[in-house]
Protein backbone atom coordinates (compact mmCIF):
# COMPACT_ATOMS: atom_id res chain seq x y z
CA UNK A 1 0.00 0.00 0.00
CA UNK A 2 1.80 3.47 -0.87
CA UNK A 3 1.74 6.09 1.87
CA UNK A 4 -0.48 9.17 1.17
CA UNK A 5 1.09 12.47 1.43
CA UNK A 6 -2.59 13.96 2.82
CA UNK A 7 -4.20 12.48 5.16
CA UNK A 8 -6.95 15.22 5.82
CA UNK A 9 -6.56 14.70 9.67
CA UNK A 10 -5.46 18.11 10.20
CA UNK A 11 -7.97 20.33 8.36
CA UNK A 12 -9.41 20.94 11.46
CA UNK A 13 -6.37 22.86 12.72
CA UNK A 14 -5.01 20.18 14.50
CA UNK A 15 -2.03 17.39 13.99
CA UNK A 16 -0.81 14.64 16.29
CA UNK A 17 2.83 14.17 18.11
CA UNK A 18 4.43 10.76 18.30
CA UNK A 19 2.42 9.11 20.97
CA UNK A 20 -0.69 9.99 19.30
CA UNK A 21 -1.35 13.15 21.58
CA UNK A 22 -3.53 15.22 19.33
CA UNK A 23 -2.71 19.28 19.71
CA UNK A 24 -3.46 22.43 18.29
CA UNK A 25 -1.20 23.06 15.00
CA UNK A 26 -0.63 26.59 17.04
CA UNK A 27 1.04 24.41 19.67
CA UNK A 28 4.31 26.16 20.33
CA UNK A 29 6.04 22.47 20.32
CA UNK A 30 4.70 22.61 16.57
CA UNK A 31 6.22 25.90 15.75
CA UNK A 32 9.35 24.55 17.87
CA UNK A 33 9.65 21.86 15.27
CA UNK A 34 8.05 23.36 12.07
CA UNK A 35 10.80 26.20 12.42
CA UNK A 36 13.26 23.19 12.43
CA UNK A 37 12.17 21.88 9.61
CA UNK A 38 12.54 25.39 7.77
CA UNK A 39 15.52 25.50 9.01
CA UNK A 40 16.72 22.55 8.18
CA UNK A 41 14.92 23.30 4.19
CA UNK A 42 17.44 25.96 4.29
CA UNK A 43 20.28 24.26 4.89
CA UNK A 44 19.55 22.53 2.02
CA UNK A 45 19.35 25.30 -0.34
CA UNK A 46 22.67 26.53 1.11
CA UNK A 47 24.15 23.18 0.55
CA UNK A 48 23.33 23.49 -3.05
CA UNK A 49 24.71 27.11 -2.99
CA UNK A 50 27.97 25.91 -2.10
CA UNK A 51 31.12 25.02 -4.11
CA UNK A 52 33.12 23.78 -0.98
CA UNK A 53 33.13 19.73 -0.40
CA UNK A 54 33.93 19.88 2.85
CA UNK A 55 31.13 22.36 3.62
CA UNK A 56 28.78 20.64 1.93
CA UNK A 57 29.84 17.47 4.13
CA UNK A 58 29.07 19.00 6.98
CA UNK A 59 25.99 20.85 6.06
CA UNK A 60 24.69 17.56 5.68
CA UNK A 61 25.28 15.76 8.80
CA UNK A 62 23.98 19.47 9.97
CA UNK A 63 20.55 18.37 8.51
CA UNK A 64 20.84 14.69 9.79
CA UNK A 65 20.88 16.16 13.44
CA UNK A 66 18.36 18.66 12.37
CA UNK A 67 16.21 15.76 11.74
CA UNK A 68 16.51 13.98 15.01
CA UNK A 69 15.90 17.39 17.01
CA UNK A 70 12.73 17.66 14.88
CA UNK A 71 11.56 14.23 15.97
CA UNK A 72 12.66 14.54 19.62
CA UNK A 73 10.70 18.09 19.45
CA UNK A 74 7.71 16.18 17.82
CA UNK A 75 7.46 13.57 20.48
CA UNK A 76 4.88 14.11 23.43
CA UNK A 77 7.06 14.54 26.12
CA UNK A 78 4.60 12.79 28.96
CA UNK A 79 4.14 9.78 26.52
CA UNK A 80 6.64 6.54 25.87
CA UNK A 81 6.70 5.86 22.12
CA UNK A 82 7.87 3.08 20.50
CA UNK A 83 9.67 5.24 17.91
CA UNK A 84 13.62 4.75 18.68
CA UNK A 85 15.21 8.45 17.60
CA UNK A 86 18.40 8.72 18.35
CA UNK A 87 19.58 11.68 20.55
CA UNK A 88 22.30 14.52 20.30
CA UNK A 89 25.23 13.90 21.93
CA UNK A 90 28.44 16.46 23.41
CA UNK A 91 30.49 15.49 20.27
CA UNK A 92 27.66 16.97 17.86
CA UNK A 93 28.18 20.28 19.36
CA UNK A 94 32.43 20.10 19.94
CA UNK A 95 32.14 18.94 16.16
CA UNK A 96 30.41 22.23 15.23
CA UNK A 97 32.83 23.96 17.62
CA UNK A 98 36.14 22.25 15.77
CA UNK A 99 35.08 23.29 12.52
CA UNK A 100 34.31 27.49 13.72
CA UNK A 101 37.77 26.81 15.00
CA UNK A 102 38.98 25.59 11.72
CA UNK A 103 37.16 27.91 9.38
CA UNK A 104 38.76 30.85 11.76
CA UNK A 105 42.11 30.15 11.34
CA UNK A 106 41.99 31.26 7.51
CA UNK A 107 39.62 34.22 8.48
CA UNK A 108 41.12 37.86 9.33
CA UNK A 109 39.75 38.42 13.14
CA UNK A 110 36.45 40.45 13.38
CA UNK A 111 36.82 44.34 14.10
CA UNK A 112 33.31 45.53 13.25
CA UNK A 113 30.10 44.18 13.29
CA UNK A 114 29.48 43.20 9.55
CA UNK A 115 26.37 43.25 7.29
CA UNK A 116 24.60 40.27 5.50
CA UNK A 117 25.18 40.09 1.81
CA UNK A 118 27.96 40.36 -0.63
CA UNK A 119 27.21 37.66 -2.73
CA UNK A 120 24.08 35.14 -2.93
CA UNK A 121 25.39 32.12 -1.19
CA UNK A 122 26.11 34.60 1.54
CA UNK A 123 23.14 36.03 1.79
CA UNK A 124 21.46 32.60 2.12
CA UNK A 125 23.70 31.00 4.70
CA UNK A 126 22.94 34.83 7.10
CA UNK A 127 19.11 34.01 6.35
CA UNK A 128 19.49 29.76 7.44
CA UNK A 129 21.62 31.74 10.77
CA UNK A 130 18.37 34.03 11.74
CA UNK A 131 16.06 30.93 11.02
CA UNK A 132 18.23 29.03 13.41
CA UNK A 133 18.05 31.84 16.30
CA UNK A 134 14.56 31.64 15.78
CA UNK A 135 14.11 28.20 16.05
CA UNK A 136 16.32 28.35 19.06
CA UNK A 137 14.02 30.68 20.57
CA UNK A 138 11.32 28.78 19.74
CA UNK A 139 12.82 25.95 21.66
CA UNK A 140 14.02 28.34 24.66
CA UNK A 141 10.41 29.57 24.93
CA UNK A 142 9.13 25.46 24.97
CA UNK A 143 11.68 24.18 27.63
CA UNK A 144 10.00 27.10 29.73
CA UNK A 145 6.31 25.34 29.80
CA UNK A 146 7.66 21.66 28.37
CA UNK A 147 10.83 19.19 28.69
CA UNK A 148 13.09 20.07 26.04
CA UNK A 149 16.92 18.03 25.67
CA UNK A 150 18.79 20.85 26.59
CA UNK A 151 21.39 19.47 24.08
CA UNK A 152 18.63 20.79 21.05
CA UNK A 153 19.30 24.51 22.66
CA UNK A 154 22.96 24.20 23.18
CA UNK A 155 23.50 22.91 19.43
CA UNK A 156 20.93 25.08 17.90
CA UNK A 157 23.10 28.42 19.81
CA UNK A 158 26.24 26.74 18.07
CA UNK A 159 24.71 25.62 14.84
CA UNK A 160 24.03 29.74 14.14
CA UNK A 161 27.35 30.68 15.35
CA UNK A 162 28.65 28.13 12.78
CA UNK A 163 26.64 29.64 10.36
CA UNK A 164 27.53 32.89 10.72
CA UNK A 165 31.62 31.56 10.63
CA UNK A 166 29.86 29.39 7.20
CA UNK A 167 29.37 32.50 5.50
CA UNK A 168 32.34 34.72 6.38
CA UNK A 169 34.61 31.70 5.55
CA UNK A 170 32.73 31.43 2.29
CA UNK A 171 33.15 34.92 1.32
CA UNK A 172 36.60 34.46 1.96
CA UNK A 173 37.30 31.25 -0.55
CA UNK A 174 34.83 33.16 -3.21
CA UNK A 175 37.20 36.16 -2.25
CA UNK A 176 34.09 38.57 -0.95
CA UNK A 177 34.92 40.88 1.73
CA UNK A 178 33.06 41.39 4.94
CA UNK A 179 30.78 44.42 4.64
CA UNK A 180 31.01 46.01 7.63
CA UNK A 181 28.42 47.84 9.33
CA UNK A 182 29.33 51.59 9.87
CA UNK A 183 27.18 53.27 11.89
CA UNK A 184 25.60 57.05 10.93
CA UNK A 185 27.31 59.47 13.25
CA UNK A 186 25.00 61.62 15.41
CA UNK A 187 22.93 64.50 13.42
CA UNK A 188 23.25 62.75 10.07
Request: hydrophobic fraction near 40%; aromatic fraction near 6%; proline fraction near 4%.
Amino acid sequence: MAFRIYTKTGDQGKTSLIGGTKVSKADLRIESYGTVDELNSYIGLCKDLLQDDISITILQEVQDRLFTIGAELACDPDKATKVSIPGLHESDIVFLEKEIDRMELKLEPLKAFILPGGHLTLSHLHIARTVCRRAERCCVRLAHESIVDPFIIKYLNRLSDYLFVLARYSGHLMNVADIPWKPRTKGH
